[in-house]
C-alpha cells in the first residue's frame, strides 16, 4: 500500500541558507501535519493543513513557512537556518481532518552545520 | 489544552518478560489517545489507539493497551518481549471534537532496550 512519502531523506544545509522539504500524502488523504522531533526529543508539532487550508498551527518559527498544493502534497519552507533547527521533520497524512491516527512518513533528517 | 506524561524515560527488561510502559494525560475534553513505536532513524509507526468502546485494545504483535478514565491513563503492556520490541515508545492524544484538527500532543518518549 502506498504510504506518505517525504523528500528528500537527508540535508544537510549551511546555517542562514534555506531548506525546502516535500511531503506527498496518501493518495485521497486530504489533511497534512508536519512534526519537528529534535535530538532525543517528542515530535513537536509545527502546523497542518485541510482541504489546502491551513487548519492549525503550533510551534512553529515565523522563518518556517508550507503549504499545500492542488495535488495536496506539501512543502515545507525553512529560511535562515540555525544549528538548532537541525531536528527530524516528519510528515503524516489523514483523511477528513483527522484525530483518529494517521499515517507517518519516514521523516527529513535536517542537518544545519 | 491536553499534555502527555510517560512515567519512565528508559525501561530496561530482559527478553521473554513482561514489561508495562505507563502513560497518564491531561485533557479537559474526551481524547483519542495512541502509542506509537519508533525503531532507530525510522519514523513512527502506530502500534494501536482508543478511539471508544472498549477500553482494552490490542495490537498484532502482542501488545495492549487500556484506556483508565477514572485515573486519565493509557498503559502499554506485553506479556513476553521479545529483542525485537526494542525501540522508543510514545504515547500521544489528539481532541476528537475540537478545533485542532487532529493534532497529536506526544509525551516524552520511553526506551524500551530488552535484553537477551
Known amino acids: 500500500a502506498a504510504g506518505v512519502i517525504q523528500s528528500p531523506r537527508h540535508l544537510i544545509k549551511e546555517k542562514r541558507e534555506t531548506a525546502t522539504l516535500k511531503c506527498y500524502p496518501i493518495?485521497?488523504?486530504?489533511?497534512v501535519y508536519w512534526y519537528q522531533q529534535g535530538p532525543g526529543q517528542d515530535p513537536q508539532f509545527l502546523i497542518s493543513?485541510?482541504?489546502?487550508?491551513?487548519?492549525d498551527k503550533g510551534s512553529i518559527p515565523d522563518r518556517f513557512s508550507a503549504q499545500q498544493f492542488s495535488d495536496y502534497h506539501s512543502e515545507l519552507n525553512m529560511s535562515s537556518l540555525e544549528l538548532g533547527d537541525s531536528a527530524l521533520y516528519f510528515c503524516?497524512?489523514?483523511?477528513?481532518?483527522?484525530?483518529?491516527?494517521?499515517?507517518f512518513g519516514s521523516g527529513t533528517r535536517l542537518t544545519v552545520v | 489544552a491536553q499534555s502527555v506524561t510517560q512515567l519512565d524515560s528508559q525501561v530496561p527488561v530482559f527478553e521473554e518478560a513482561p514489561v508495562e510502559l505507563r502513560c497518564n494525560y491531561s485533557?479537559?475534553?474526551?481524547?483519542?489517545l495512541f502509542w506509537y513505536v519508533q525503531y532507530p532513524n525510522q519514523g513512527l509507526q502506530l502500534l494501536l489507539k482508543?478511539?471508544?468502546?472498549?477500553?482494552l485494545v490490542e495490537s498484532i504483535n502482542g501488545f495492549e493497551a487500556e484506556f483508565n478514565k477514572s485515573q486519565t491513563s493509557f498503559h502499554l503492556r506485553k506479556p513476553s518481549v521479545h529483542i525485537s520490541d526494542t525501540a522508543e515508545y510514545f504515547c500521544?492524544?489528539?481532541?476528537?471534537?475540537?478545533?485542532?484538527?487532529?493534532?497529536?500532543?506526544f509525551g516524552q518518549g520511553t526506551i524500551l532496550t530488552v535484553h537477551p
Open positions: 482508543y478511539l471508544s468502546g472498549s477500553t
Open positions: 500521544a492524544v489528539s481532541d476528537p471534537g475540537g478545533t485542532s484538527y487532529g493534532k497529536l500532543t
Open positions: 503524516a497524512s489523514s483523511l477528513a481532518g483527522g484525530g483518529r491516527g494517521y499515517t
Open positions: 493518495p485521497r488523504h486530504d489533511t
Open positions: 493543513f485541510y482541504e489546502k487550508m491551513q487548519s
Open positions: 485533557s479537559s475534553v474526551s481524547v483519542y
